[in-house]
């Protein structure tokens, strides 16, 4: 794709849908060139899904917590992060299992009786 037409694709993008939904797309975009240098024109496998990077916001709308409270305690090194230029950046791997193991552990109350 020549760069210009790139660059056109990019602020129409960005401008009418939004930076979110220009992320989306470039990953759709990246997906779908590594698919054709391998002669694979299927669907998206789940280990590009889960390379996924999230911002703060988003983890924070997905964790229902406060920004402040998760900016907190990816600092403090709770919750698995790092920075991009100096903004807090999270896997989507990193948070589904930081979810897993916090719902599948057992109640206190259980782990007195066995």
């Given at each position: ?28 975009m990246r997906d779908a060139r590594t698919?054709?240098?391998?002669g694979d024109m299927g669907t998206v ?29 990816a600092v403090t090194g709770k919750i ?35």
């Amino acid at each position: 794709m020549d760069l210009w037409l790139y660059a056109l694709l990019v602020v129409v993008l960005v401008s009418f849908l939004g930076a979110k939904a220009f992320r989306k797309a470039q990953r759709g975009m990246r997906d779908a060139r590594t698919d054709s240098e391998s002669g694979d024109m299927g669907t998206v496998t789940d280990a590009n899904a889960t390379d996924e990077i999230l911002t703060l916001r988003e983890v924070s709308s997905l964790l229902t917590i406060a920004q402040g409270d998760l900016k907190r305690m990816a600092v403090t090194g709770k919750i698995p992060a790092f920075r991009v230029g100096g903004q807090l950046r999270f896997r989507r791997e990193d948070i589904n299992r930081l979810i897993d193991e916090r719902t599948n552990k057992k109640p206190t109350s259980e782990k007195r009786d066995a």
